[in-house]
């Protein structure tokens, strides 16, 4: 098993995505909300594509 840090950021937003899908938003959500946190994630690009998700999540979970 890799450890955390071998893990590329890319694998760990799949499970984001797939809880999307599944209309997990919360747990997606959380998911996204601590991975910025965390500072595990430099590249700006990166950064602002996931807070989008998250205020586009946002939106939806407000919409139902």
């Known amino acids: 098993q890799a450890a955390d840090s ?5 694998a760990k ?3 984001i995505f797939i809880l999307e ?3 997990e938003l ?3 959500k959380i998911l ?4 910025l946190q965390s500072g ?6 990166e950064i602002r594509f ?6 586009d999540m946002e939106v939806k979970a407000k919409s139902r």
């Open 40 to 45: 595990q994630i430099s590249d700006a690009h």
């Open 6 to 10: 071998e893990v590329p950021h890319w």
């Open 32 to 35: 996204i909300g601590g991975l």
């Open 26 to 28: 919360e747990s997606a």
């Open 50 to 55: 996931l807070e989008e998700r998250l205020k």
């Open 21 to 23: 899908d599944m209309d």
């Open 13 to 15: 937003q799949m499970e």
